[in-house]
């Protein structure tokens, strides 16, 4: 406990307040992008909650993976300089054990700023005026499987930062995972299942079929076996650092 | 000129060169397993894969590959001793912050250059198209050239006074976002947003987000225009604001 609230403190530091309000103004405009794009919107249709709810999940597919990266890489950066991996194994808290409180402090940040930018759905397609029932049980669906990507991925790059100083290494396969994010809508749904980057193609909650934009299912098991296999992995690699000689 | 060739000489041993290369060849290659998965021709030969490859490119990949390079670049001057060297040497701020910024464009450029091969190698090689890459692109590939310099400058302000590597990235990240979005909604008017500028250069004659679908002289000259003009603002007002800045106790 005291090392995730150590972990706050030094965040406090590294003024990460401003990317996190630029998150929610993104997930907010890529709301709003959804609802505005298509000339033909009736906020009287039956489907009429899709378009804000896939503007929100375009907006969080992009952004998410770089966002998740250069989190991961301002904080983990704290401890390359000035020793800070020796500094805290001394004070019983070694690398693996910091690692951990990591991922668990800036998925809370994560989670409450990815949730607050997600409001948008129910907020702006309220102000637009759609008259269907809000589809709640499919919004929450898709924001909680979208923050087990989004958690999997700052686990990731938590140990990749660790790992590799040089912060290039983190943030470029941040972007690469960015691009493998946005081409994987295109990827047929095996192939979805390949890389933690390419599972936001498996949740996709609405899509153009036939000139109308339809519900599109979320494949909860496939997130469910992401969420259970990068759990274990992590705590696999961060049980190593803990043996590890610095 | 010293300045620039100093600068040009801190990028030998640069990791720069990684992501030069490797972006423009992560960026055709989604392109192309994109277009080969879906098991779809492309409709339009050269143009349909002129629009996947640097229609995309020019969305997000373009401006954070440019982010990537201005961290880069400035990295060494933030670290230990070597602000207070740069600040304290006989190198004026202007100097400092235009050879940067020439430094930078020469890189854009060969990344700019790395993609075009691509994406003929990729449209002969991958696709068999016949031909060769319609005229229009190859003058919209030239004009990106300077389309790019807002981009360039602003990255390069960034890294030069936040000293963190990952912020100027971040930054750009929000600032291409919120520049397609512009686009989309005030169309010529998002040129008032640097990102904006080179987004619009290499969507030339392509026809989509806005574009007219030919190469007209009015928006080709609005856009060189508007380049120069950023260019001039950002490095006049980096140089000021780095002229008043001091060494680093």
């Known amino acids: 406990m005291t090392a995730i609230v150590n972990e706050f403190t030094k965040m406090r530091g590294l003024r990460l307040w401003p990317l996190l309000v ?37 907006a969080l597919t992009m952004f998410s993976p770089l966002f998740v990266a250069v989190l991961a890489s301002r904080l983990v950066d704290a401890e390359h300089l000035a020793n800070g991996w020796l500094f805290s194994a001394t004070t019983e808290l070694p690398a693996g054990r910091l690692c951990r409180a ?11 700023t990815t949730g607050t930018g997600y409001l948008a759905v129910p907020t702006l397609g309220s102000l637009v005026g759609i008259e269907v029932p809000f589809p709640l049980g499919r919004w929450l669906g898709y924001g909680c499987c979208a923050m087990v990507i989004a958690v999997a991925l700052l686990a990731l790059h938590v ?30 749904t095996w192939a979805g299942h390949l890389l933690p980057w ?15 934009l339809a519900e599109l299912p979320l494949s909860y098991p496939s997130i469910a076996a992401l969420g259970c296999v990068v759990t274990a992995l992590f705590l696999a690699a961060t049980g190593r650092l803990d043996r590890k000689e610095l | 000129m010293r300045t620039v ?11 720069a060169w ?24 492309l409709e339009d030969g050269w143009h349909t894969l002129w629009v996947r490859v640097a229609g995309f490119h020019a969305l997000f990949p373009l401006a954070l590959g440019v982010a990537l390079l ?27 912050v235009w050879a940067k910024t020439v430094t930078l464009w020469l890189l854009t450029l060969t990344m700019q250059a790395v993609l075009l091969v691509l994406v003929v190698a990729v449209g002969r090689l991958a696709f068999g198209l016949d031909g060769f890459l319609p005229g229009q692109y190859l003058v919209a590939t030239v004009v990106s050239g300077i389309g790019v310099l807002p981009l360039v400058a602003l990255q390069s302000a960034l890294s030069l006074f936040v000293r963190s590597f990952a912020g100027p990235v971040a930054i750009a990240l929000v600032g291409a976002g919120a520049s397609v979005v512009a686009q989309q909604m005030a169309g010529d008017l998002a040129l008032l947003s640097p990102y904006s500028v080179a987004t619009r250069t290499l969507h030339l004659s392509s026809g989509v987000f806005g574009d007219a679908g030919t190469l007209a002289p009015g928006i080709v000259t609005l856009l060189v225009g508007a380049s120069l003009a950023w260019l001039l603002v950002i490095n006049t007002v980096g140089a000021r604001v780095l002229d008043g800045r001091d060494v680093r106790v």
Not at chain 2, 70 to 88: D, V
């Open chain 1, 22 to 58: 630029a998150m929610v103004l993104v997930v907010f405009g890529g709301t709003a992008l959804g609802i505005m794009s298509d000339p033909e919107f009736d906020p009287g249709a039956p489907g009429a909650w899709n378009h804000p709810l896939m503007g929100a999940a375009m």
């Open chain 1, 198 to 212: 390419s599972y936001y193609a498996l949740i996709i909650p609405a899509g153009y079929t036939a000139d109308a």
């Open chain 2, 5 to 15: 060739r100093a600068e040009t000489l801190k990028l030998r041993r640069s990791t």
């Open chain 2, 70 to 96: 201005a961290s880069l670049m400035w990295r060494p001057e933030h670290k230990g001793g070597n602000w207070n060297a740069l600040m304290g040497g006989p190198t004026t701020s202007g100097s400092i």
């Open chain 2, 18 to 41: 990684v992501v030069v290369l490797l972006l423009p060849v992560a960026v055709a290659f989604m392109a192309c397993l994109n277009t080969l998965t879906s098991g779809e021709p």
């Open chain 1, 159 to 188: 140990l990749i930062a660790a790992r590799f100083e040089d912060q290039l290494v983190g943030l470029g396969i941040g972007v690469l995972g960015l691009l493998i994010a946005a081409a994987s809508q295109f990827f047929p």
């Open chain 1, 102 to 112: 990591k991922v668990v402090a800036l998925g809370i940040l994560l989670v409450a």
